[in-house]
């Protein structure tokens, strides 16, 4: 029996924001959800892009989400729902991703991405501020946060196994998939629509503490080894 190759996909987009004020980004009043692509070479340190910030800490940002991936074809579907064009980098995405289905990469898969080694993490849970930055842009925020956790497709966010410069038209490469099934869309729905889905958490090696907190809290069994 053979297996097939693993799909390759290609960066369309690296992009990069820095904070700014903005009244609608809540009690931080500064954001950096702006993102602007980049056709320069960017280094993808532990932390994160070179050029990129993160304000609110607390949410954002640190080790398990140094980086942010989404598919063009998310933007795609939200350019058909707002009936307005969305640019790479509209929805706060470092990385924009064409030909390889993010929100189905399963949590701890790797990809190697230009000279970097990436790691799924963790599905981004959207908030307020993002909702603030769709209607700032003239876009239809009603319901937003509903809505975007409603079609389940929240993208990627990227812990950095290997640091090194990516670029616009780099591939990605899929270099490991642990097997276990549970994918980004699988354990976004666990934490937002599908609460019953939560045990089928356990089944991932290194889970993010984050994820095994909710897991425990609903009920179900600590993980081996995570105490």
């Not at 270099?175 to 939560?198: E, I, N, Q, S």
């Not at 503490?209 to 081996?224: A, I, T, Y």
Request: include cysteine.
């Amino acid at each position: 029996m053979t297996h097939a190759e693993p799909p390759v996909g290609r960066l369309l987009s690296v992009n990069v924001g820095r904070a700014r004020a903005a009244a609608w980004a809540g009690s931080l009043g500064r954001t950096a959800i702006d993102k602007t692509p980049t056709s320069a070479p960017v280094l993808v340190g532990r932390l994160g892009l070179v050029g990129d910030e993160v304000v609110n800490t607390k949410h954002h940002g640190g080790p398990d989400k140094a980086v942010y991936a989404v598919s063009r074809a998310e933007l795609d579907h939200w350019s058909g729902v707002l009936e307005a064009e969305l640019p790479d980098g509209q929805l706060g995405e470092n990385l924009t991703v064409g030909g390889l289905a993010v929100d189905d990469a399963e949590l701890g898969e790797r990809w190697a991405v230009g000279e970097a080694v990436l790691e799924v993490r963790l599905p981004r849970v959207p908030c307020n501020v993002f909702a603030g930055w769709v209607g700032h842009c003239g876009l239809d925020a009603r319901g937003w946060v509903r809505r975007y956790t409603e079609h389940g497709r929240p993208g990627a966010y990227l812990r950095v196994l290997g640091e090194g410069q990516v670029q616009t038209g780099d591939e990605v490469r899929v270099l490991h998939r642990p097997g276990h099934g549970v994918t980004l869309a699988h354990a976004f729905a666990a934490l937002t629509t599908r609460p019953d889905l939560l045990p089928d958490l356990a089944s991932v090696p290194d889970l993010h503490p984050d994820l095994r907190d909710r897991m425990v809290r609903s009920g179900q069994p600590d993980l081996p080894g995570s105490r």
